[in-house]
Nanobody, 122 residues
Framework: QVLLAESGGGLVQAGGSLMLSCTAS????????MAWFRQAPGKERELVAA??????SRYYAESVNGRFTISRDGGKVLLQMNSLKPEDTAVYYC?????????????????WGQGTQVTVSS
C-alpha cells in the first residue's frame, strides 16, 4: 500500500509558474514509478509526466514538453510548471506504480493522490 500526499497548486496568471509536490509513504517503500495526471472538466484524465525511481527515465506529454519538469528524490516527486497556459487548468493527480506508468492504462494504476486544483487565468 502506498499513500500519496500532494501539495501546491492554486491560481496563477497565464505565463506564470507553479510547483506541485507529492510524497509517497507506506510499508512497501518508494514506488518504482511516480507520475502526474490531470483532468479538466468534461475531459478524460491524461498523463502529464512520469519519472522512474532514480530519474533515469522520464516521460512528458507533448502538450507540456519544454514547459514542465518532473524531478524526484526518493519518495518525493515534484512537478515544476512554467509558462502556464489557461488550457493547463485542471485537477492534477499524483500517481504511483511499480510498473512504468506511461505503458499502463490509467485505470490500472493502483495508487493515487487526492488531487490538487491548478487554475490558470488568461
Amino acid at each position: 500500500q502506498v499513500l500519496l500526499a500532494e501539495s501546491g497548486g492554486g491560481l496563477v496568471q497565464a505565463g506564470g509558474s507553479l510547483m506541485l509536490s507529492c510524497t509517497a509513504s507506506g510499508p512497501t517503500g518508494s514506488p518504482d514509478c511516480m507520475a502526474w495526471f490531470r483532468q479538466a472538466p468534461g475531459k478524460e484524465r491524461e498523463l502529464v509526466a512520469a519519472i522512474s525511481r532514480f530519474g533515469g527515465s522520464r516521460y512528458y506529454a507533448e502538450s507540456v514538453n519544454g514547459r514542465f519538469t518532473i524531478s524526484r528524490d526518493g519518495g518525493k516527486v515534484l512537478l515544476q510548471m512554467n509558462s502556464l497556459k489557461p488550457e493547463d487548468t485542471a485537477v492534477y493527480y499524483c500517481a504511483a506504480d511499480q510498473d512504468w506508468i506511461p505503458t499502463r492504462r490509467f485505470g490500472d494504476v493502483p495508487y493515487w493522490g487526492q488531487g490538487t486544483q491548478v487554475t490558470v487565468s488568461s
